[in-house]
């Protein structure tokens, strides 16, 4: 990382480029590319005004804070770039390319499609009746219903027997 130190309203002192170059190191675990930094500090009575202006990877990033000390100032700036960055970062890592977008967009309305398909419309409450299978057949040509769901009375187990397309019935039989 660049970094380069103006100030302004002043001759400063070198401790504090020293320590404005330590707090930017800080910095240096959220940038990939590399990176110019531009700090100005200004000094005025009992004012200490800072600036920041980095500038990495197409990104331009920039603070400003003022404080009775040169140290608050500064710390609370690099606060801020690390705020914007982490927040930069986090916005490239859930941007996903297009294809992948519309792919997902795809899927999410096949799964809304499907909810709407299996909704549950009517509920039912039946008493089982213990009958043969001859009785169930029987009972779904008058009723003219497309299933019936009985007790059979020989093995005490809940049966099912459906009238299909073709005229025929299947007989569904549970344990």
Same mark, same amino acid.
């Given at each position: 990382?660049?970094?380069?130190?103006?100030?302004?309203?002043?001759?400063?002192e070198n401790w504090q480029k020293v320590y404005a170059e330590e707090k930017m190191?800080?910095?240096?675990?959220?940038?990939?590319?590399?990176?110019?930094?531009?700090?100005?500090?200004?000094? /005025? @009575?009992? #004012?200490?005004?800072?600036?920041?202006?980095?500038?990495?990877?197409?990104?331009?990033?920039?603070?400003? %804070? &003022? $404080?009775?000390?040169?140290?608050?100032?500064?710390?609370?700036?690099?606060?801020?770039?690390?705020?914007?960055?982490?927040?930069?970062? /986090? @916005?490239? #890592?859930?941007?996903?390319?297009?294809?992948?977008?519309?792919?997902?967009?795809?899927?999410?309305?096949? %799964? &809304? $499609?499907?909810?709407?398909?299996?909704?549950?419309?009517?509920?039912?409450?039946?008493?089982?009746?213990?009958?043969?299978?001859?009785?169930?057949?029987?009972?779904?040509?008058?009723?003219?219903d497309r299933f019936i769901i009985y007790r059979d009375s020989s093995s005490e187990?809940?049966?099912?027997?459906?009238?299909?397309?073709?005229?025929?019935?299947?007989?569904?039989?549970?344990?």
């Amino acid at each position: 990382m660049k970094i380069s130190v103006t100030f302004r309203n002043g001759e400063g002192e070198n401790w504090q480029k020293v320590y404005a170059e330590e707090k930017m190191q800080k910095l240096k675990k959220y940038l990939d590319a590399p990176a110019e930094a531009h700090i100005i500090i200004s000094m /005025e @009575k009992f #004012r200490n005004a800072m600036e920041i202006n980095l500038s990495s990877n197409g990104w331009n990033i920039n603070a400003k %804070e &003022e $404080a009775k000390d040169m140290r608050i100032a500064l710390d609370r700036c690099v606060e801020k770039i690390e705020k914007q960055l982490k927040k930069q970062r /986090e @916005k490239v #890592r859930e941007h996903k390319p297009k294809s992948i977008r519309q792919s997902q967009e795809k899927s999410a309305s096949a %799964e &809304e $499609a499907e909810e709407v398909t299996s909704k549950i419309t009517e509920t039912r409450k039946i008493i089982l009746k213990p009958m043969s299978f001859d009785e169930a057949i029987m009972e779904l040509d008058e009723k003219n219903d497309r299933f019936i769901i009985y007790r059979d009375s020989s093995s005490e187990n809940v049966s099912i027997v459906y009238r299909r397309d073709d005229g025929n019935f299947t007989l569904i039989e549970t344990n």
